[in-house]
């Protein structure tokens, strides 16, 4: 089944010239079928090329999915047209009324910052204690991801010395998981942080399932709230990385190469995508856990 968004919605002609199968909203309303409803509270400045990335990946599986792009209500990003925002979001504020079977937070460029000195912090709190009346799962990434943490569990993030940036193999621990159906018993994934999680702050109830000698924590699973966090980035393009090397580069940024990422620690070479596969198996095995658990009657989810 494919996923449904806006056809004029750039990621439209970018997923359908990959392959993925994507659906207007008439030929959506010609199915006699309940589309799992999952929310993109998209957090990233690069809102377009954020809203690709996860829509390649929830619009892989075999489930059809209704895809609503959300927005904090007053924060306004610098590095989204005005128009784009207009046409394709919808704010918290719009969207607080409806439920969701699945709710992706992003990652946010505010990662050294207190969390309660972010501007939207009171907002996001709101998000999340939202989520528990009004989303079935809720799939955290990155800063998202540390802010929940902190936000139901009081888990600090610790600064690093240098970034953390490459890519970087992590171990499955839990490989019975239904969220690590299909993985290899090691795999690579991309990384890309000033901050960390330490396995010594997270208190007990939380899983950590996926973790790496080098790059620390990287899948952690919350039950009780319903909520898997990924502190690292499967949703990644593959020239991702290198975007962000040349940007930090340009801006003056201290920076080290990222690591296990260009062919010889060559930056002139065009990096390889090794973690693809992990990613689509990863957000096909959340999508089908959610299908396999929510309600059919969507009001009753959080009931």
């Not at 439920?99 to 709101?126: C, H, M, N, Q, S």
Request: aromatic share 10%; proline share 8%; hydrophobic share 40%.
């Amino acid at each position: 089944m494919p996923i449904k968004i806006p056809e004029t919605l750039p990621a439209y002609e970018v997923l359908r010239s990959e392959g993925v199968m994507v659906m207007s909203e008439a030929t959506a309303l010609r199915q006699d079928i309940r589309p799992l409803q999952i929310g993109l509270l998209n957090l990233m400045p690069k809102k377009v090329q954020t809203e690709t990335q996860f829509a390649r990946l929830i619009g892989a599986t075999p489930l059809q999915i209704e895809l609503t792009l959300i927005r904090m209500t007053d924060h306004r990003p610098k590095n989204t047209a005005p128009g784009h925002l207009e046409a394709f979001y919808r704010t918290f504020a719009e969207a607080r009324a409806q439920k969701f079977d699945g709710l992706i937070i992003t990652g946010a460029p505010v990662e050294t910052l207190p969390f309660e000195e972010v501007t939207y912090w009171r907002e996001l709190t709101e998000i999340f204690d939202w989520t528990q009346t009004n989303v079935h799962m809720t799939l955290g990434v990155c800063w998202g991801a540390q802010a929940m943490l902190h936000h139901f569990h009081g888990v600090p993030k610790h600064p690093l010395p240098r970034k953390l940036f490459g890519c970087h193999r992590h171990r499955v621990l839990k490989p019975a998981s239904p969220f690590l159906r299909g993985f290899s018993d090691d795999f690579v994934v991309p990384v890309s942080r000033w901050t960390e999680t330490r396995a010594e702050d997270l208190p007990e109830g939380l899983e950590v399932l996926v973790s790496s000698d080098t790059a620390g924590l990287c899948l952690i699973e919350d039950p009780a709230h319903r909520a898997l966090y990924m502190l690292n980035h499967l949703e990644y393009d593959s020239a991702t990385l290198k975007e962000e090397y040349e940007r930090d580069l340009a801006n003056g940024t201290p920076i080290g190469l990222p690591v296990n990422y260009f062919p010889d620690d060559d930056p002139r070479q065009e990096p390889k995508n090794r973690w693809r596969s992990h990613a689509h198996l990863l957000y096909g095995n959340w999508i089908n856990q959610i299908y396999q658990t929510t309600p059919f009657e969507i009001a009753r989810i959080g009931s």
